[in-house]
């Protein structure tokens, strides 16, 4: 008898691969400036399988090889496969980096970001505004994968289009097969919409039934039954999750529960998750020294403490905490003050970080007149990577 969870018959799906890189469960992690770093992959990772993808790295930086890029592109030897984000607006710029991270045996999957929505970004003509200018678009996808030379697969994160004026995700998806892409990830917003509302899933189902690629969604996968409503509600192969991992990268064992077909699911108790939060904060340490880890750590404190009772004393000092010993102090004296909560199931659904409103995308001046245009916009290849 086939397995079923919810109205998903998990037995049924296709193992999702990109290449030859298997992505079972077909869960990944989007990347997300200054919080995908190696320490807090590392810390997903032991919770399920999957893929989980660095920080993004801008094309430029890589070759001109800046300190912090290269740092950034630094695996923990755990991190198996390898999966690098690059940010391109140039075709020749893309094929040497990524003839970079090839030939120096630096990744083993790069996904092409052609969906952020910052506005520093869109103002120049890169992100979520490059695939208005198809003919570009189509230039540096397929810069990028002849680059690769088929060596390491190459995939593509979009989202629908600038506004709902201006969508282009039908016709990016199609040229981006077309160059030979092994799959596409569709974020069910536009730049517009930044991270409010609702994304919107039956883009997901249009862009689906459009391709013969691998169709991964993205947005508002709050739970691993998130997920599987995707799935079925879409036929996407896969999802990206973002913000509904922030403080929670158990949901990586709920996901593979979920596409498993099991309805276990990890509600840690707050001692379980002090634990966590030492170990995340310990590998930051690890990879950039005391105090500057635990200063980085500082911003996860508010997530992985969402829903517990802790007191807003406790959580302002936590969130000026300069080493280890001053998170060890602080959680110890939470856990004494406080005891041992179980898991406050009142948050779960909820969303989770950023929820940026609709608002007018900032774009070059004439952008939106010539789609043909082949031209690179003007200082758009940013220098500095991470977002």
């Given at each position: 008898?086939?397995?079923?969870?919810g109205?998903?018959?998990?037995?049924?799906?296709?193992?999702?691969s990109?290449?030859?890189?298997?992505?079972d469960p077909?869960?990944v992690?989007?990347p997300?400036?200054?919080i995908?770093?190696s320490?807090?992959?590392?810390?997903c990772?032991?919770?399920g399988?999957?893929?989980?993808?660095s920080?993004?790295?801008?094309t430029r930086?890589l070759v001109?090889?800046?300190p912090?890029t290269?740092?950034m592109?630094?695996?923990?030897p755990s991190?198996t496969p390898?999966?690098?984000q690059?940010y391109?607006?140039?075709?020749?710029i893309?094929?040497?980096?990524?003839r970079?991270l090839?030939?120096?045996?630096r990744a083993?999957?790069?996904?092409l970001?052609?969906?952020?929505?910052?506005?520093k970004?869109t103002?120049?003509?890169g992100g979520?505004a490059?695939?208005?200018?198809?003919n570009?678009?189509r230039?540096?996808?397929?810069?990028?994968?002849?680059?690769?030379d088929?060596?390491?697969?190459?995939?593509?994160k979009m989202r629908?289009g600038?506004?709902?004026?201006?969508?282009?995700?039908?016709?990016?998806?199609?040229?981006?097969?077309?160059e030979?892409v092994?799959?596409?990830?569709?974020?069910?917003?536009?730049?517009a919409?930044?991270y409010?509302?609702?994304?919107?899933?039956?883009a997901i189902?249009m862009?689906?039934?459009?391709?013969?690629?691998p169709?991964l969604g993205?947005?508002?996968?709050?739970?691993?039954?998130?997920?599987?409503?995707m799935?079925?509600?879409t036929?996407?192969a896969?999802?990206v999750?973002?913000?509904?991992c922030?403080?929670r990268?158990w949901l990586?064992a709920?996901?593979?529960?979920a596409?498993?077909?099991s309805s276990?699911?990890v509600?840690?108790s707050?001692?379980?998750?002090?634990?966590t939060m030492?170990?995340?904060?310990?590998y930051?340490?690890?990879d950039l020294g005391?105090?500057?880890g635990t200063?980085?750590?500082?911003?996860?404190?508010?997530w992985?403490?969402k829903g517990?009772?802790?007191g807003?004393?406790v959580r302002?000092?936590?969130g000026?905490?300069g080493?280890l010993?001053?998170?060890?102090?602080?959680?110890?004296g939470l856990?004494q003050?406080h005891?041992?909560?179980?898991?406050?199931?009142s948050?779960l659904?909820?969303?989770r970080?950023?929820?940026?409103?609709?608002?007018?995308v900032?774009?070059?001046e004439g952008?939106?007149?010539?789609r043909?245009?082949?031209?690179?916009?003007f200082?758009?290849e940013?220098d500095?990577?991470?977002g």
């Amino acid at each position: 008898m086939a397995r079923r969870f919810g109205h998903v018959d998990v037995d049924a799906m296709k193992t999702l691969s990109f290449g030859a890189i298997p992505v079972d469960p077909p869960v990944v992690l989007a990347p997300m400036a200054g919080i995908t770093t190696s320490a807090y992959r590392r810390v997903c990772r032991q919770y399920g399988a999957g893929l989980y993808v660095s920080e993004m790295i801008t094309t430029r930086a890589l070759v001109e090889r800046t300190p912090l890029t290269m740092d950034m592109l630094r695996f923990h030897p755990s991190e198996t496969p390898r999966s690098v984000q690059l940010y391109a607006t140039d075709p020749a710029i893309v094929a040497t980096a990524v003839r970079i991270l090839v030939e120096e045996d630096r990744a083993d999957h790069i996904d092409l970001n052609m969906g952020c929505p910052v506005p520093k970004v869109t103002r120049k003509g890169g992100g979520a505004a490059l695939p208005w200018r198809r003919n570009l678009f189509r230039a540096i996808v397929g810069a990028a994968v002849h680059a690769a030379d088929g060596r390491v697969p190459v995939t593509v994160k979009m989202r629908m289009g600038i506004d709902h004026e201006h969508l282009t995700f039908l016709e990016a998806g199609r040229t981006a097969q077309e160059e030979g892409v092994q799959a596409v990830a569709l974020h069910g917003r536009t730049a517009a919409q930044m991270y409010g509302g609702t994304a919107d899933w039956n883009a997901i189902t249009m862009l689906v039934n459009e391709l013969d690629v691998p169709v991964l969604g993205n947005g508002d996968i709050w739970e691993a039954d998130d997920a599987l409503a995707m799935v079925e509600q879409t036929g996407c192969a896969g999802v990206v999750v973002g913000r509904g991992c922030l403080g929670r990268p158990w949901l990586f064992a709920d996901l593979a529960n979920a596409f498993a077909g099991s309805s276990e699911r990890v509600r840690p108790s707050l001692s379980e998750v002090a634990d966590t939060m030492r170990e995340h904060a310990s590998y930051m340490v690890e990879d950039l020294g005391e105090p500057r880890g635990t200063r980085d750590f500082r911003k996860h404190v508010s997530w992985y403490l969402k829903g517990f009772r802790a007191g807003s004393e406790v959580r302002q000092k936590l969130g000026l905490i300069g080493s280890l010993r001053d998170l060890d102090d602080l959680l110890d004296g939470l856990l004494q003050a406080h005891g041992d909560q179980p898991y406050p199931l009142s948050i779960l659904g909820l969303a989770r970080g950023r929820s940026t409103g609709t608002r007018k995308v900032t774009l070059p001046e004439g952008w939106l007149a010539d789609r043909d245009s082949c031209a690179v916009p003007f200082g758009a290849e940013i220098d500095v990577s991470g977002g």
